[in-house]
């Protein structure tokens, strides 16, 4: 083998496996989970919170979800919840609720946003900040339609205590963008992306289950947590 051919193909074998781990990294806070990390590619989304006990694998196509807890060697399937979920509530009524667009929004983590209002029956809900341009410069087309088919929610203001808590339904995301910033009815800010990066490395294992690891139901999981000697 000539010295070219040969210096060729050790740079392809070093910088395939990058090529392969590598995604679309969004990092964001929300109120009621802390900071997140989430790398996309394509129909897979893998998610790490705050604390690092676990991290979430998920594939849109195959529409599968799995938590992994590394500490146990352990991995909840939760495909069929979600399965179910998605049965259960598979129409969206959007009609009680008002959708105002405001205009230009502020810029975040680099990207121009657009501002929208949601109202019901003239009372603000919320107010999202979102971005077209950042679904297409990121190609996360897959991501939106995946998230809106595997978690599709129904709008039922009137069985609510808050006719709110639904209002975010009423956004189409898929045509608007995606949100990048929310600000609640009090006003409080309830997430936020801080950074976007593309081609971003993978946490080791990537988006696939760890081999070795058991996998069990997730009932499984919660008789194993309501066990008396459970720590």
Same mark, same amino acid.
């Given at each position: 083998?000539?010295?070219?051919?040969?210096?060729? @193909?050790? @740079?392809?074998?070093?910088?395939? &496996?990058?090529?392969?781990?590598?995604?679309?990294?969004?990092?964001?806070?929300?109120?009621?989970?802390? @900071?997140?990390?989430?790398?996309? $590619?394509?129909?897979?989304? %893998?998610?790490?919170?705050?604390?690092? $006990?676990?991290?979430? *694998?998920?594939?849109?196509?195959?529409?599968?979800?799995? #938590?992994?807890?590394?500490?146990?060697?352990? #991995?909840?399937?939760?495909? !069929? *919840?979600?399965?179910?979920?998605?049965?259960?509530? !598979?129409? %969206?009524?959007?009609?009680?609720?008002?959708?105002?667009?405001?205009?230009?929004?502020?810029?975040?983590?680099?990207?121009?946003?657009?501002?929208?209002?949601?109202?019901?029956?003239?009372? %603000?809900?919320?107010?999202?900040?979102?971005? *077209?341009?950042?679904?297409?410069? @990121?190609?996360? +087309?897959?991501? /939106?339609?995946?998230?809106?088919?595997?978690?599709?929610? +129904?709008?039922?203001? +009137?069985?609510?205590?808050?006719?709110?808590?639904?209002?975010?339904?009423?956004?189409?995301?898929?045509?608007?963008?995606? &949100?990048?910033? *929310?600000? $609640?009815?009090?006003?409080?800010?309830?997430?936020? /992306?801080?950074?976007? +990066?593309?081609?971003? &490395?993978? &946490?080791?294992?990537?988006?696939?289950?760890?081999?070795?690891?058991?996998?069990?139901?997730?009932?499984?999981?919660?008789?194993?947590?309501?066990?008396?000697?459970?720590?």
């Amino acid at each position: 083998m000539n010295k070219t051919l040969f210096v060729t @193909l050790f @740079l392809f074998t070093v910088t395939l &496996p990058q090529m392969t781990y590598a995604a679309t990294l969004i990092e964001s806070k929300e109120s009621n989970v802390g @900071l997140q990390k989430t790398w996309i $590619e394509g129909d897979r989304l %893998r998610v790490t919170s705050e604390d690092g $006990e676990q991290y979430m *694998l998920m594939n849109f196509t195959q529409r599968t979800m799995h #938590v992994v807890y590394p500490d146990k060697m352990q #991995v909840m399937d939760m495909s !069929n *919840l979600i399965d179910s979920l998605s049965n259960d509530n !598979n129409t %969206r009524n959007n009609q009680v609720f008002t959708v105002e667009k405001k205009g230009k929004g502020p810029a975040v983590a680099g990207y121009q946003t657009d501002h929208y209002v949601v109202y019901h029956k003239g009372e %603000r809900c919320f107010e999202s900040f979102t971005s *077209l341009q950042a679904v297409k410069e @990121l190609d996360l +087309e897959h991501f /939106i339609s995946g998230m809106n088919e595997m978690f599709p929610r +129904e709008n039922t203001p +009137e069985t609510n205590d808050n006719p709110c808590v639904n209002a975010e339904n009423a956004l189409e995301y898929e045509k608007i963008g995606i &949100p990048l910033m *929310l600000i $609640e009815q009090d006003g409080s800010e309830t997430y936020s /992306i801080s950074k976007f +990066e593309k081609n971003a &490395p993978l &946490p080791a294992g990537g988006f696939s289950i760890p081999e070795g690891f058991t996998v069990i139901d997730y009932k499984q999981m919660v008789q194993q947590m309501m066990q008396p000697d459970h720590n």
